[in-house]
């Protein structure tokens, strides 16, 4: 495996102040194959701009890499040759023996610009590069240099501290057996101007844990990365400025992993979030005038194992379209829920079918808005087969408007898999349940199956956002005709309630359905009070998850929900609005509207005057004690959530006096998850990705994505769009993402991108399906549309005909 490299001419290096970029006709390239002989070689480069002895970091670092080439298995190992003598970049021969160049060097200007065309060339043909923690300081007047580290450091030297490294590449083989959280001490640099984006990065330093300083990039602060870059494969770290740094063992897997890849042993992904890698394409089209024949006002979407899109409107018409509020009408709230079928084999959008909703009451006054309709869909698990539909809807004909309540209900259809179309007729109701129309909000909606055939099913709280100041929704005094609707206790946090709950049931060929085991109540409890409980529930105490996604690998549910109103946190009545992500291993309280966050309590108000607090709630022993309770009063504990935020910022949390209460004091509050922020807020769950490497579909998000969840919210300015990493250990108990990485430069923000998030799923190809809801509320207008996200990177680097041989 001969490769030349032949630099034509010969330049002297001029004085560093009139450093010049190299010109490219110095170079020319003969060359059939990659560099690197019949052995596999390394080159550490340590020759320094700064005179002096040899640096003892430059010594460990020699070390430490011959020892990696001369251990592991036999075909991975290769020979390393030292040299601070920057010549070998203008002798080819030498050059191109070498599999991959290691730069171990202080800095400065080191190479004359005949040299630096020898490197450029090198990386031309095929040639790694492996830059350590100084070498990003290489080369300072290079524009092709600072590509091929990918950034620059801030000004002035960092000195050594222990901080946490957050390990997000699960796969490639530099990080693949590293901790998720990898404590350690160095010397953390800081970027002039962040590369994420531009790079593949597989670990971030978490500032938190250390004192950056000056110039400090935030929560997203790379430490090493790499990427495809020039015709070579170049992979650097910020690591690596301590003597210490190469007796660690996981410091030299690191070193080890990046070796592999850059001399052409093994192969990588250094492509997979590099924004330029993913192409985002609006699938629909604008409706026509006056109808929906497109999209409905968006509500949720599902993908068939052949690829069809199904994607539902709420119930909401166009703007054009007359709102009927007048409780004397018969048609009050009349709207059409629409199930849409976009085919990506025809690229042609479908009808199946409109169910007559209670469902369009437009925006405004608390008491004439609305939220239920066409909530949620699903298909069977046997969909190809069956063509079974599940939709979670509120049938207008169910509508009592003496009393203003509904019936919400769970209902199967089937499609007719020739013509898209839904059989009205075919349904059969599995499940019902009364909610109140006279306030609105809250329906919940989203539904997903697990792997053993339960269909889980979220349901909001049917509670006011009014009348408790935007704290607990535990105001028990206003009911209509005798049904509460501002006492979250009515609904969420009682036992015997269908509202406020992610119920799970097992539907059967007849259209019934079956409890399994392990739901949070078994529906025969009893208590002191004779309360009762509802078999159905496998989580109580959520406000409005509207979207859930169970990972078919590990039968694991993932959900979010819509907080309050509170813009502050206050002393009295306790957290602000909290937007809330968790991840929930079994059944589970998860606490509204007795506590919020990470098990942070709200005051208690009771009558005869709802006005005046109470006590603070006891997330750990909770009680059920409002009038308006037909449940349990001694609860479930409530179970910490995963992710929380406020307007203020991600994870707020507060000192805790004896009793474990909060101060609840803005100016004392820490935020555990900087990647976060609120304002407006409303949590769009999405799924877990898995990789699926029998897929042949050239459009799939790559295996860096594997196992992580996906997090968004309805809005696109500060608030998450974002995939995070959870550690298994600590995921049922509240613990706290371990990484994130953001989304939002490859699922498009911005009035012309997916503004508006109301739903995300991949679908069998690979690819990530979002509806943007558009531009208004209870409406479809031009803007709502089904987008798809595909991956255009390519595979793993080298080719695998060009991967090399280790010494024998």
Same mark, same amino acid.
């Given at each position: 495996?001969?490769?030349?490299?032949?630099?034509?001419?010969?330049?002297?290096?001029?004085?560093?102040?009139?450093?010049?970029?190299?010109?490219?006709?110095?170079?020319?390239?003969?060359?059939?194959? *990659?560099?690197?002989?019949?052995?596999?070689?390394?080159?550490?480069?340590?020759?320094?701009?700064?005179?002096?002895?040899?640096?003892?970091?430059?010594?460990?670092?020699?070390?430490?890499?011959?020892?990696?080439?001369?251990?592991?298995?036999?075909?991975?190992?290769?020979?390393?040759?030292?040299?601070?003598?920057?010549?070998?970049?203008?002798?080819?021969?030498?050059?191109?023996?070498?599999?991959?160049?290691?730069?171990?060097?202080?800095?400065?200007?080191?190479?004359?610009?005949?040299?630096?065309?020898?490197?450029?060339?090198? !990386?031309?043909?095929?040639?790694?590069?492996?830059?350590?923690?100084?070498?990003?300081?290489?080369?300072?007047?290079?524009?092709?240099?600072?590509?091929?580290?990918?950034?620059?450091?801030?000004?002035?030297?960092?000195?050594?501290?222990?901080?946490?490294?957050?390990?997000?590449?699960?796969?490639?083989?530099?990080?693949?057996?590293?901790?998720?959280?990898?404590?350690?001490?160095?010397?953390?640099?800081?970027?002039?101007?962040?590369?994420?984006?531009?790079?593949?990065?597989?670990?971030?330093?978490?500032?938190?844990?250390?004192? *950056?300083?000056?110039?400090?990039?935030?929560?997203?602060?790379?430490?090493?990365?790499?990427?495809?870059?020039?015709?070579?494969?170049?992979?650097?770290?910020?690591?690596?400025?301590?003597?210490?740094?190469?007796?660690?063992?996981?410091?030299?897997?690191?070193?080890?992993?990046?070796?592999?890849?850059?001399?052409?042993?093994?192969?990588?992904?250094?492509?997979?979030?590099?924004?330029?890698?993913?192409?985002?394409?609006?699938?629909?089209? *604008?409706?026509?005038?006056?109808?929906?024949?497109?999209?409905?006002?968006?509500?949720?979407?599902?993908?068939?194992?052949?690829?069809?899109?199904?994607?539902?409107?709420?119930?909401?018409?166009?703007?054009?379209?007359?709102?009927?509020?007048?409780?004397?009408?018969?048609?009050?709230?009349?709207?059409?829920?629409?199930?849409?079928?976009?085919?990506?084999?025809?690229?042609?959008?479908?009808?199946?079918?409109?169910?007559?909703?209670?469902?369009?009451?437009?925006?405004?006054?608390?008491?004439?808005?609305?939220?239920?309709?066409?909530?949620?869909?699903?298909?069977?698990?046997?969909?190809?087969?069956?063509?079974?539909?599940?939709?979670?809807?509120?049938?207008?004909?169910?509508?009592?408007?003496?009393?203003?309540?509904?019936?919400?209900? @769970?209902?199967?259809?089937?499609?007719?898999?020739?013509?898209?179309?839904?059989?009205?007729?075919?349904?059969?109701?599995?499940?019902?349940?009364?909610?109140?129309?006279?306030?609105?909000?809250?329906?919940?909606?989203?539904?997903?199956?697990?792997?053993?055939?339960?269909?889980?099913?979220?349901?909001?709280?049917?509670?006011?956002?009014?009348?408790?100041?935007?704290?607990?929704?535990?105001?028990?005094?206003?009911?209509?005709?005798?049904?509460?609707?501002?006492?979250?206790?009515?609904?969420?946090?009682?036992?015997?309630?269908?509202?406020?709950?992610?119920?799970?049931?097992?539907?059967?060929?007849?259209?019934?359905?079956?409890?399994?085991?392990?739901?949070?109540?078994?529906?025969?409890?009893?208590?002191?009070?004779?309360?009762?409980?509802?078999?159905?529930?496998?989580? !109580?105490? @959520?406000?409005?998850?509207?979207?859930?996604?169970?990972?078919?690998?590990?039968?694991?549910?993932?959900?979010? =929900? @819509?907080?309050?109103?509170?813009?502050?946190?206050?002393?009295?009545?306790?957290?602000?609005?909290?937007?809330?992500?968790?991840?929930?291993?079994?059944?589970?309280?998860?606490?509204?509207?007795?506590? !919020?966050?990470?098990?942070?309590?709200?005051?208690?108000?009771?009558?005869?005057?709802?006005?005046?607090?109470?006590? =603070?709630?006891?997330?750990?022993?909770?009680? +059920?004690?409002?009038?308006?309770?037909?449940?349990?009063?001694?609860?479930?504990? @409530?179970?910490?959530?995963?992710?929380?935020?406020?307007?203020?910022?991600?994870?707020?949390?507060?000192?805790?006096?004896? +009793?474990?209460?909060?101060?609840?004091?803005?100016?004392?509050?820490?935020?555990?998850?900087?990647?976060?922020?609120?304002?407006?807020?409303?949590? !769009?769950?999405?799924?877990?990705?898995?990789?699926?490497?029998? +897929?042949?579909?050239?459009?799939?998000?790559?295996?860096?994505?594997?196992?992580? =969840?996906?997090?968004?919210?309805?809005?696109?300015?500060?608030?998450?769009?974002?995939?995070?990493?959870?550690?298994?250990?600590?995921?049922?108990?509240?613990?706290?993402?371990?990484?994130?990485?953001?989304?939002?430069?490859?699922?498009?923000?911005?009035?012309?991108?997916?503004?508006?998030?109301?739903?995300?799923?991949?679908?069998?190809?690979?690819?990530?399906?979002?509806?943007?809801?558009?531009?208004?509320?209870?409406?479809?207008?031009?803007?709502?549309?089904?987008?798809?996200?595909?991956?255009?990177?390519?595979?793993?680097?080298?080719?695998?005909?060009?991967?090399?041989?280790?010494?024998?």
């Amino acid at each position: 495996m001969a490769a030349g490299v032949v630099a034509a001419g010969l330049l002297s290096a001029p004085a560093a102040s009139a450093r010049t970029a190299p010109d490219p006709s110095l170079t020319t390239m003969s060359i059939t194959s *990659p560099p690197g002989g019949a052995n596999v070689r390394v080159l550490l480069f340590h020759g320094s701009a700064a005179g002096g002895d040899e640096s003892p970091l430059v010594n460990a670092g020699i070390a430490a890499i011959e020892r990696i080439g001369q251990t592991g298995p036999e075909d991975q190992r290769f020979t390393v040759t030292a040299t601070g003598n920057p010549s070998v970049f203008t002798n080819d021969e030498k050059l191109s023996r070498f599999n991959a160049i290691v730069f171990l060097t202080g800095g400065g200007d080191v190479l004359d610009p005949e040299q630096e065309a020898g490197l450029e060339a090198y !990386m031309e043909a095929g040639g790694g590069f492996v830059g350590l923690h100084d070498a990003a300081r290489a080369e300072p007047y290079s524009d092709w240099f600072t590509g091929l580290i990918g950034a620059r450091p801030a000004a002035g030297a960092a000195t050594v501290q222990r901080a946490t490294v957050e390990v997000g590449d699960r796969v490639h083989p530099a990080t693949k057996s590293l901790p998720l959280e990898w404590k350690r001490p160095d010397k953390w640099l800081n970027w002039v101007k962040n590369p994420s984006g531009d790079v593949h990065t597989v670990a971030r330093v978490r500032e938190a844990t250390y004192e *950056p300083g000056a110039g400090a990039n935030g929560w997203d602060h790379p430490v090493s990365w790499c990427r495809d870059y020039d015709g070579g494969r170049s992979f650097y770290t910020g690591m690596g400025g301590t003597v210490s740094s190469y007796d660690e063992t996981d410091f030299r897997e690191h070193l080890r992993g990046a070796l592999l890849w850059t001399t052409r042993l093994v192969r990588a992904d250094c492509k997979a979030t590099i924004t330029g890698n993913y192409t985002a394409e609006r699938l629909t089209q *604008p409706n026509q005038p006056g109808e929906n024949d497109q999209i409905g006002e968006p509500h949720g979407l599902v993908t068939a194992p052949d690829g069809r899109v199904f994607y539902i409107g709420r119930g909401g018409a166009d703007a054009s379209q007359p709102v009927v509020t007048d409780w004397n009408d018969p048609d009050v709230g009349k709207g059409t829920g629409e199930i849409h079928v976009y085919d990506p084999e025809t690229e042609k959008v479908t009808l199946a079918g409109a169910l007559t909703v209670f469902g369009n009451k437009g925006g405004g006054d608390e008491l004439v808005k609305v939220e239920e309709g066409l909530l949620g869909i699903e298909l069977d698990p046997e969909f190809a087969r069956n063509g079974w539909v599940y939709l979670h809807w509120t049938p207008h004909s169910g509508i009592d408007r003496d009393t203003r309540m509904a019936e919400r209900r @769970v209902s199967r259809f089937t499609l007719d898999h020739a013509t898209d179309k839904l059989d009205l007729s075919s349904e059969k109701v599995l499940l019902k349940w009364p909610v109140q129309i006279h306030s609105c909000c809250h329906a919940g909606g989203g539904m997903a199956w697990d792997s053993k055939g339960n269909l889980y099913i979220a349901t909001g709280d049917n509670n006011s956002s009014g009348f408790s100041d935007g704290y607990s929704g535990n105001n028990p005094e206003p009911d209509y005709k005798g049904v509460s609707f501002a006492d979250a206790r009515r609904t969420a946090g009682n036992t015997n309630n269908l509202n406020g709950k992610i119920l799970r049931i097992h539907p059967e060929p007849d259209g019934t359905y079956t409890l399994p085991e392990g739901n949070l109540f078994t529906g025969r409890e009893t208590d002191e009070g004779g309360g009762k409980t509802r078999g159905e529930i496998y989580v !109580m105490g @959520v406000r409005n998850p509207a979207r859930i996604s169970v990972d078919q690998e590990t039968d694991v549910l993932y959900a979010g =929900w @819509v907080g309050p109103d509170a813009g502050a946190p206050s002393a009295t009545w306790g957290p602000a609005k909290y937007d809330t992500f968790a991840v929930i291993t079994q059944a589970s309280n998860r606490g509204w509207p007795y506590c !919020m966050g990470n098990k942070q309590p709200y005051r208690d108000r009771n009558l005869p005057d709802p006005s005046q607090p109470l006590g =603070w709630y006891d997330c750990d022993h909770p009680k +059920n004690e409002s009038p308006n309770n037909d449940g349990l009063v001694n609860l479930p504990p @409530v179970t910490g959530n995963n992710i929380w935020y406020s307007p203020q910022g991600g994870g707020p949390d507060f000192p805790r006096d004896e +009793n474990g209460v909060p101060s609840y004091d803005q100016g004392e509050a820490t935020y555990r998850l900087p990647w976060l922020k609120g304002g407006g807020q409303a949590a !769009m769950n999405g799924p877990v990705y898995r990789y699926d490497d029998s +897929n042949s579909s050239d459009v799939k998000w790559p295996s860096y994505w594997d196992g992580k =969840w996906f997090v968004g919210d309805f809005y696109d300015a500060d608030q998450p769009r974002n995939a995070v990493l959870m550690d298994p250990r600590t995921q049922g108990d509240g613990g706290l993402p371990v990484h994130s990485e953001s989304l939002k430069r490859i699922v498009p923000v911005g009035s012309d991108g997916i503004k508006n998030l109301m739903g995300w799923t991949f679908g069998p190809d690979g690819a990530l399906y979002v509806l943007d809801y558009g531009r208004g509320f209870f409406t479809s207008d031009a803007k709502s549309a089904l987008w798809r996200v595909t991956y255009t990177g390519g595979g793993p680097t080298p080719a695998a005909g060009r991967l090399a041989r280790g010494t024998q």
